[in-house]
């Protein structure tokens, strides 16, 4: 699974059984063949993901392509890559929120 089909595909993977009462707003910035910049917006028990930079984000993602397809495949460790440097986000309280609901751990 590429990190953009990853990202696109969230509003099916979340309905609102999972979302319940949860707000919040992430631009992820993908370097990249397979990135880009997205908006994954959680509220009102739905989820949209916009193919651009939308709003005030709650928190920042920045990862290549490449790094967020190794968290996604389970080939490179979430927490290492954090601690390496290959992602990077403004808002650990918000990711450590969500990582889990997004599937990113």
Same mark, same amino acid.
């Given at each position: 699974?590429?990190?953009?089909?990853?990202?696109?595909?969230l509003?099916? @993977? =979340? %309905?609102?059984?999972?979302?319940?009462?949860?707000?919040?707003?992430?631009?992820?910035?993908?370097?990249?063949?397979?990135?880009?910049?997205?908006?994954?917006?959680?509220?009102d028990g739905k989820?949209?993901?916009t193919?651009?930079? $939308?709003g005030?984000?709650?928190?920042?993602?920045?990862?290549?392509?490449k %790094? =967020? $397809?190794?968290?996604?495949? @389970?080939?490179?460790?979430?927490?290492?890559?954090?601690?390496?440097? @290959?992602?990077?986000f403004?808002?650990q309280? $918000?990711?450590?929120?969500?990582?889990? =609901?997004?599937g =990113?751990?």
């Amino acid at each position: 699974m590429t990190a953009k089909s990853f990202l696109l595909s969230l509003p099916e @993977k =979340l %309905n609102a059984d999972i979302i319940g009462d949860k707000t919040t707003c992430f631009h992820f910035i993908i370097e990249g063949e397979d990135g880009g910049n997205f908006t994954v917006n959680v509220s009102d028990g739905k989820c949209t993901v916009t193919n651009q930079l $939308e709003g005030e984000p709650k928190c920042t993602v920045r990862s290549t392509d490449k %790094n =967020l $397809e190794g968290i996604l495949n @389970k080939s490179i460790n979430p927490m290492m890559a954090v601690m390496t440097g @290959k992602v990077k986000f403004d808002n650990q309280g $918000e990711l450590l929120k969500y990582a889990k =609901l997004f599937g =990113l751990m």
